[in-house]
């Protein structure tokens, strides 16, 4: 880190997932998870289950070859060593009307990676991905609320999910 708004350029792509986290500051920062869908100032934590929150300070932008980073100390303070992890998916996102509730979705199909968006009626529903097959892992945030992120993977079957800020067994 280095206090001042830099880019971290040399990824190869423009970024449609990042993840950053430190790598010697202790327990006293959280991770930033950011997407293309929701847009830059988003970010959510993924070793916490507090809502989402809107900071203009931590991701500026996504770049052809990167991203921009702010001045936070969550993500850059001066002397700490932080980790990034990206992905591509399909830029900022387009209306997605499979399923029984519409979504915005940012789809690498060759990569079987997509970012999914949608406002939930409080009912079971089916929600578009715009993969060409059945995902093999799901991990589900709550963005408003201060609920746990859940994690489903084909291998514990459809009825378990384990929850990504937590250390415990699946939940049956």
Known sequence: GTSASHAITGVGFQPDWVWIKHRNHGTAHQ???FDAVRGVNKTLHSNSN??????????????????TIGNADELNDSGVNYVGWTWKANGSGSANTN???NST???????????VSWDSNGSNATIGHG????????ILKEREESDPWHTYHEV??????????????ADV
């Open 31 to 33: 991770h930033n998870l």
């Open 50 to 67: 507090e809502a989402e929150e809107s900071l203009s300070d931590r991701l500026n932008s996504f770049n052809a070859d990167g991203f």
């Open 99 to 101: 399923g029984s509730i």
């Open 105 to 115: 979705v940012s789809a690498n199909v060759d990569a079987g990676f997509s970012i």
């Open 131 to 138: 993969l060409s097959k059945a995902p093999e892992m799901i």
């Open 156 to 169: 514990l079957g459809n009825t378990a999910a384990v929850y990504l800020s937590t250390t415990g067994a």
